[in-house]
Every structure is written in structure tokens, then in C-alpha cells.
């Protein structure tokens, strides 16, 4: 009784929140891929009754599942299309991955976390053209390029040149870009690489060879 009672909360809790990204102007095809996932499958028992909640959480290892509205903006940035071939830089709980995957039909998503922990828990929540590794996602996965599209949900110093060289012509990366000051970058690389600024976020720091250093 006291599960239904839950489930029926977060339901409701879930139709308030696509209401609200519904008045930013969010596309019905993402804003039906957020009313698929589960969000609160993705976050500790303990964060449960805030999945709804437009905000960051906390996942452990130092790092967070992304607020919601935040999401769904990066991946209208993206316009990911039904057979994309897809790089995600930065796992983490598998919540962004798992969305990308509902706008997918014939595509695949390869998702690169830094944290064992997280990449194993992930691998158990995503289906199965969600492939996770366990890696320094600043390097990208040559093996498995070109992508069409790469999404990075961790702030780097600056664009990583593999994952540039990586990205298919008329490609496109969005990705947060600064420290303490960050902005979110639509990377497009189409006659040249164009790089356009879609507003100020906060992301967990990018790590490896080249992000910033633990």
C-alpha cells in the first residue's frame, strides 16, 4: 500500500515537472523520452522523494545526476536523431544516457565513466544500446568513432582535441567549458568548428588528460 502510495506521488510529482518543461519550449519528442525514465531509479534511496525536484543530487564519488531541465536542454542542443551514433562523456547514474536512448531507434550510445562504482551501477539500469566504459572520457573512444553527436556532462578547461577529432563532419557536441565561472557550448563542426554559448550552468569538474587534475 505505502509503495502505490510512493508511486503514485512521483508520478504526479513527474507530470508537474514536464509541465514546467513544457512552458520552456522543450520538444514533445524529449519531453515524452523524460515521462519514460524513471528518474528516481537513477539516484540513492535516500534522494528518492526529491527526484522531481529541478536540481541537481548527489550520487557519491564526488559527483551529481544533472538537474532535469538541464537534460532535456542538452539534448535538444544535440537534436539527437533515431540512428545516432552517440559519445556521452561522463556517465555518471545513467539518468542522461537512459534519456538519449528513448530519442534512439537503430542508434547507440557509448557512455565513458571515470568511476567503477558508478559505470557498474549504471550498466545495470540502461538498455541495451547503452554500452558503458570505464575510462578517462577526455580521450574519447577513437576506436568507436566518428560520432554524429557528443554530449559532455562535466565541465572541461577546454574543448579536448580527441574528442574534436572525433566528431563527425556536420557533428554536433555540446559540452560546459570553465572552473568556477562555467558556460554551456554548442560545438558545431560544419565548414569549420563553430562554438556557441547557450548560457551559464554548473557541472561537476571534468578529470583526466585534458580536464583538470584531482
Known amino acids: 500500500m505505502e509503495d502505490n502510495i510512493e508511486e503514485n506521488s512521483l508520478n504526479k510529482q513527474r507530470e508537474i515537472l514536464i509541465s514546467k518543461l513544457k512552458n520552456r519550449g522543450i520538444s514533445e519528442q524529449v519531453i515524452n523520452a523524460v515521462r519514460a525514465v524513471k528518474r528516481e531509479d537513477f539516484i ?3 534522494y528518492r522523494q526529491f527526484a522531481y525536484v529541478d536540481k541537481p543530487l548527489p550520487i557519491g564519488d564526488n559527483q551529481t545526476i544533472s538537474a532535469p531541465h538541464m537534460v532535456v536542454i542538452m539534448c535538444e542542443l544535440l537534436e539527437v536523431q533515431r540512428a545516432d551514433h552517440i559519445l556521452e562523456v561522463g556517465t ?6 537512459a534519456i538519449m536512448a528513448q530519442l534512439l531507434d537503430g542508434g547507440v550510445i557509448y557512455t565513458i565513466e571515470r568511476s567503477k ?3 557498474i551501477e549504471a550498466m ?4 541495451s544500446m547503452v554500452e558503458v566504459i570505464v575510462g578517462d572520457g577526455s580521450l574519447g573512444l577513437p576506436d568507436k568513432a566518428p560520432f554524429d553527436k557528443i554530449s559532455v556532462t562535466c565541465s572541461a578547461p577546454q574543448v579536448p582535441p580527441p574528442l574534436l577529432d572525433q566528431l563527425k563532419s556536420g557533428g554536433r557536441m555540446v ?3 570553465g572552473r568556477w565561472i562555467q558556460e554551456l557550448y554548442l560545438i558545431k563542426k560544419t565548414n569549420g568548428v563553430q562554438k556557441a554559448k547557450k548560457g ?6 571534468l578529470i583526466g588528460t585534458y580536464g583538470f587534475k584531482e
Open 117 to 119: 562504482r558508478l559505470a
Open 124 to 127: 545495470k539500469r540502461l538498455p
Open 92 to 97: 555518471g547514474s545513467g539518468y542522461h544516457a
Open 200 to 205: 551559464n550552468v554548473a557541472f561537476v569538474p
Open 175 to 177: 559540452i560546459p567549458l
Open 44 to 46: 540513492p534511496p535516500r
